[in-house]
Each structure stands twice: as structure tokens, then as C-alpha cells.
């Protein structure tokens, strides 16, 4: 099994930072791309950033230049720190990976358990 779980949420005042830590542990035979989601209440789930195994980043339009991905190939660890936070980046953040597990299986998107960040004005 593959478990992602992640760690970093809180309450902070808007201006704040917060740094959001993701580790992948089980049967992995290679990470592919590794990012965050978040879903605010009453909204759909959103991309927030995307890093490929490569290094390759994509980002929210809403969190552009506050936001920055990066990863611990190593370790397979996704960090997400936050800087700049605004209330409306409250949400729950989901950190999620696209994983082989076995050299002869397919790749599978994995989630993590989500963690809160609020952000109050």
C-alpha cells in the first residue's frame, strides 16, 4: 500500500506563512508528479501546485509568486510553503502523487488525508 500523509496546517493571520510538509511511504517503485489541492467550503477541489518528478512546476494563478513547491526526491517528501496567506486561501489542502508501485504496474493517483489552513483576516 502507498500512503501519503501530510503535516503543516494551522490558523494564521492573513500576511502570515505556513509551510505544508507531504510524505509518501509504502511500495513505490517511482514518483512521477507530486502537488496540492485544496477545497474551500462549498467549492470544488483546486489545483494549487504541481511539481514534476523532473522539477517542473505548475501554479494556481490565485497563488502565483506566494506560493512555492518543491520536493525531497530522496526522502519523497512535497513541501508547499505559503507565504503572503490571504483569507481566502482557507481550505483544506490535499497533498496528491502519481505513483508506480511496482516497475510492472501501472501508475495510480494517491491523496492524502487533507489538513486544515485557515487564514483570518
Known amino acids: 500500500q502507498v500512503q501519503l500523509v501530510e503535516s503543516g496546517g494551522g490558523f494564521v493571520q492573513a500576511g502570515g506563512s505556513l509551510r505544508l510538509s507531504c510524505a509518501a511511504s509504502?511500495?513505490?517503485?517511482?514518483?512521477?508528479?507530486m502537488g496540492w489541492h485544496r477545497q474551500a467550503p462549498g467549492k470544488q477541489r483546486e489545483l494549487v501546485a504541481n511539481?514534476?518528478?523532473?522539477?517542473?512546476?505548475d501554479y494556481a494563478d490565485s497563488v502565483m509568486g506566494r506560493f512555492t513547491i518543491s520536493r525531497d526526491n530522496a526522502k519523497n517528501i512535497v513541501y508547499l510553503q505559503m507565504n503572503s496567506l490571504k483569507p481566502e486561501d482557507t481550505a483544506v489542502y490535499y497533498c496528491n502523487a502519481n505513483i508506480k508501485r511496482r516497475s510492472w504496474v501501472a501508475e495510480n493517483d494517491y491523496w492524502g488525508q487533507g489538513t486544515q489552513v485557515t487564514v483570518s483576516s
Open positions: 511539481m514534476s518528478s523532473g522539477g517542473n512546476t
Open positions: 509504502g511500495t513505490i517503485f517511482r514518483i512521477n508528479a
